[in-house]
């Protein structure tokens, strides 16, 4: 069973929907990457957190370090937020698989 | 100047070349990583470099060997590689030592060993 184990594995959607990946780790980590990566290879780092919640544009990250489980949400979502999602520790060296996400027109 | 530059973008190799892999910023960051990433698979750490000393090697063949000339410059030297090699590597770096810092990526350097 892999340490960091995220869901869906693959997501479409419409444009303008909201959209959940959800990331769920079996050890303790003391800083959560999620991390975009497009076609091509680029990852962006999109937000580290340790507690609570983050926000930046339309993408939200919550932690909860006790369930050890944090969420990735896009609000009105767009093609261009097609990628995939990949979350982890740096510093513990985990990642989990990644959500493949394609935002239909 | 935010970005991670890795060159080359593509790079196709026969099995008995010697090339390398070359990653730079000037964001004044003292942790830089290399990373190998397949197809549909998150990346794999291969090294760290935190203050220009290698802190972590993940028990990567010695056919590739890193090399940090100074804070703002990491080279991968690859030598004697094999097809299974093949993959995207990535170059990041974040601005403490390795750890909880939020990373920033290059585009990644794509490799085809024939």
């Known amino acids: 069973k892999n340490e960091v184990e995220q869901s869906p594995q693959n997501l479409t959607a419409q444009e303008g929907e909201f959209i959940t990946i959800n990331c769920s780790y079996s050890v303790g980590i003391s800083a959560l990457h999620w991390l975009q990566q497009h076609p091509g290879g680029g990852i962006v780092s999109l937000f580290m957190l340790s507690s609570g919640k983050k926000k930046h544009g339309r993408l939200i990250a919550t932690i909860n370090i006790q369930e050890k489980h944090s969420s990735l949400h896009i609000t009105a979502s767009h093609p261009r937020d097609s990628a995939v999602y990949i979350c982890?520790?740096?510093?513990?060296?985990?990642w989990g698989a990644g959500t493949k996400l394609i935002i239909k027109p | 100047d935010t970005e991670v530059t890795q060159t080359p973008k593509h790079l196709v190799m026969g099995m008995t070349n010697k090339k390398s892999l070359k990653c730079e910023q000037h964001?004044?960051?003292?942790?830089m990583y290399w990373y190998k990433q397949k197809a549909k698979k998150p990346p794999e750490l291969m090294f760290v470099y935190s203050y220009e000393k290698l802190s972590i090697n993940e028990s990567v063949p010695s056919r590739f060997s890193p090399e940090c000339p100074n804070s703002s410059l990491l080279n991968l030297h690859l030598h004697a590689l094999q097809p299974e090699d093949s993959a995207l590597y990535l170059c990041a770096s974040s601005e403490f030592g390795a750890g909880a810092n939020v990373l920033t990526f290059g585009a990644g350097s794509r490799l085809t060993v024939l």
């Open positions: 982890g520790s740096n510093y513990q060296l985990i």
């Open positions: 964001m004044g960051h003292r942790a």
